[in-house]
């Protein structure tokens, strides 16, 4: 199947072509003869699963790395030549879900710092530095101040300056990795918005996202990979979503049931309890989980959500209220003591809070648990091996291997090992923030399977997202906007009502 309707003798019709791709780093091979063709002017979506070899691709059509074979074309040329940065930089950009601009400077400074365009000489002209973000804002409708300091824009308005920077070099082929994963409902639209606005002025973007309905809105062709190859590549009108998911996954898609474990009674006592919790960035927060019982605390970017879980996880303390763990009052503001009284968690920012990048897997998944792999301050190596692998197998970890220095996973892959440490002492309470933000459809599924799992052994389960597909895990949820529990759902709730709730607006009958 072709992309698009595009005549493919015609050099100028693509903004990208790769073939016969492959690149193999050490033992694992990330690419496979892969092919890719870019249509100029189109949004063309690249999806598979957590280690299909996305970002490696990314790393090669960006000039990062070189392929062990095949080519790379951009916009009808061949790629330069890898130490031609400036050459690249014409030609293409990604923009990352770790964005690179710097908090401490001005938006005109982020565009054009370091750059020739600013006036000769040595003296940069301020005035010549902001007339021209200005003009390159204006020119691409970003509405951004450029005498503002980066510090001060939202997620959203850093990922146009990035777009605006690459757009600066000359690039009319962006690389967007996974834009959404820290948006809320609407700013993804006005994302969207602005895609489509930008592809209107001839701007091609390949969009990568684990979620599927983005695809389906936004983009105009797919390309999917599995296990390091090319599968299918078409227009997207053409695919179903469960086409879609069964090229990602090779297996045919069940039909969906309700993932929950069977309720706990309500009687039940212990697990987490809320009483009156206020912070900072919340207020008068009251809510229980049972042991055996999954909660969601749901809410928008800057709804108190986060912070509210980390108030249970002793990475914030709260200024009012109490939280208790089986009945017995948690003293707050300590990981190591929440922890001893059995709180388990997955962080919101793996690279901050979670995976150390240059350990191993094993020793990631196992570090919170040295008093189960031996006794007397020893860790018995065969010990650990043995339960870091059956850690690996629980949440499905690609490759899984316990001595791979976790840095080197992908993403998703990183992901499941910091779920991984949070679930290894069998916590009491298991606190999940975003959990399967940069996860694939599949692993999204394993991850909350631990969390099922995690119930079944007594743990009472607190999933912090705006992912209205981990909410399908939950028995309750409770929405909070602004710091504030505004809507309580139970058993069964329409979906739309929730996305409503986290927005803040009232559903009028229709
Ligand atoms: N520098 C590296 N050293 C060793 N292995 C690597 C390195 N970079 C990537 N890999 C491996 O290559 C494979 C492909 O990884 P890649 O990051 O391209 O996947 P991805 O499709 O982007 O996944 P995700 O959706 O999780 O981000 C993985 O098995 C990964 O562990």
């Not at 009284?341 to 962080?347: I, K, L, S």
């Not at 916590?427 to 399977?449: C, I």
Request: charged share 25%; hydrophobic share 40%; proline share 4%.
């Amino acid at each position: 199947m072709s992309t698009a309707a595009v005549d493919s003798t015609d050099t100028a019709s693509w903004a990208a072509r790769v073939a016969g791709v492959s690149k193999t780093f050490g033992a694992t091979r990330a690419l496979r003869d892969v092919h890719l063709d870019v249509a100029t002017g189109e949004v063309h979506a690249l999806v598979g699963r957590n280690g299909a070899g996305k970002s490696t691709l990314v790393s090669i059509l960006t000039g990062l790395q070189a392929p062990d074979s095949g080519t790379v074309e951009l916009g009808g040329a061949p790629g330069p030549s890898l130490a031609d940065r400036e050459a690249w930089r014409q030609r293409v950009a990604c923009v990352y879900q770790r964005l690179t601009v710097i908090d401490e400077l001005s938006v005109a400074e982020n565009l054009f710092v370091n750059r020739q365009v600013i006036g000769g000489g040595r003296v940069i002209s301020w005035k010549r530095l902001h007339a021209k973000a200005a003009e390159l804002l204006g020119e691409w409708h970003l509405d951004i101040d450029p005498a503002s300091t980066a510090r001060d824009l939202t997620i959203e308005q850093k990922q146009y300056v990035e777009i605006a920077r690459a757009l600066s070099f000359g690039a009319r082929f962006v690389i967007l990795d996974e834009p959404t994963a820290r948006l809320d409902g609407t700013g993804v639209q006005r994302l969207f918005e602005r895609i489509r606005a930008l592809r209107a002025q001839g701007v091609t973007f390949l969009y990568i996202s684990h979620h599927l309905q983005e695809i389906f809105e936004l983009c105009e062709s797919v390309t999917v990979f599995r296990d390091a190859q090319f599968v299918r590549s078409g227009r997207v009108d053409e695919l179903s979503r469960t086409t879609l998911i069964e090229a990602m996954t090779g297996e045919k898609v069940a039909v969906r049931s309700d993932p929950r474990p069977p309720a706990p009674g309500r009687l039940i006592e212990g697990g987490l309890q809320l009483d009156g919790l206020s912070g900072s960035a919340y207020e008068d927060i009251t809510l229980t989980v049972r042991p055996g019982e999954i909660v969601g605390l749901a809410g928008s970017g800057g709804s108190g959500k986060f912070e509210i879980a980390e108030a249970v996880c002793g990475l914030g303390t709260p200024s009012r209220g109490t939280v208790s763990i089986d009945a017995k009052r948690l003293r707050t503001g300590s990981v190591p003591r929440a922890q001893r009284a059995g709180v388990g968690f997955v962080p919101k920012d793996r690279h901050r809070e979670g995976l150390v990048d240059g350990l191993t897997v094993g020793d990631n998944a196992t570090m919170s648990v040295p008093h189960r792999l031996g006794g007397h301050g020893w860790v018995s190596p065969k010990r650990q091996a043995a339960y870091a692998q059956e850690l690996i197998r629980r949440l499905d970890i690609v490759p899984p291997r316990v001595d791979q220095p976790a840095g080197e996973l992908s993403g998703g892959n990183q992901q499941k090992v910091v779920a991984a440490r949070a679930i290894a002492d069998d916590p009491k309470v298991l606190v999940l923030m975003a959990p399967t933000a940069g996860v694939d459809v599949r692993s999204k599924e394993s991850l909350l399977a631990t969390a099922v799992e995690a119930t079944e052994r007594g743990a009472a389960v607190l999933v912090v997202t705006d992912d209205l597909e981990d909410l399908r895990y939950c028995h309750r949820v409770s929405v909070v906007f602004r710091g504030r529990q505004v809507a309580d759902f139970e058993d069964q709730w329409d979906d739309r009502d929730v996305v409503a709730a986290m927005e803040g607006v009232e559903l009028s009958d229709d």
